[in-house]
């Protein structure tokens, strides 16, 4: 989540952090991470250089964070949303 918590974007993530977690695997509890800052840039920097690689972190974002040249992409994506399920 690349905005700061107590907005609109954290209540949407929030709520979805409730639900979703009943259809994945394992039903695992799943965690809203607020990343704010940079744009965006701290949370995608998040995703790619610490994030697990194995599906279990996914994140959310503003359309401006989808620019082609920040993803090496020359077309938009959709805007997901990014929790972590907790493994305990």
């Known amino acids: 989540?690349?905005?700061?918590?107590?907005?609109?974007?954290?209540?949407?993530?929030?709520?979805?952090?409730?639900?979703?977690?009943?259809?994945?695997?394992?039903?695992?509890?799943?965690?809203?991470?607020?990343?704010?800052?940079?744009?965006?840039?701290?949370?995608?920097?998040?995703?790619?250089?610490?994030a697990k690689k194995d599906g279990s972190v996914f994140a959310t974002g503003t359309n401006a964070m989808y620019r082609p040249q920040r993803l090496g992409l020359i077309q938009r994506r959709p805007v997901g949303i990014c929790l972590e399920p907790s493994l305990n």
């Not at 954290?10 to 991470?33: C, E, F, H, M, W």
């Open 1 to 50: 989540m690349p905005s700061p918590s107590g907005g609109s974007r954290d209540v949407y993530a929030s709520v979805v952090a409730r639900q979703i977690g009943k259809y994945l695997p394992g039903n695992p509890t799943v965690i809203v991470k607020n990343m704010p800052g940079a744009g965006g840039d701290i949370m995608l920097n998040f995703l790619y250089h610490r």
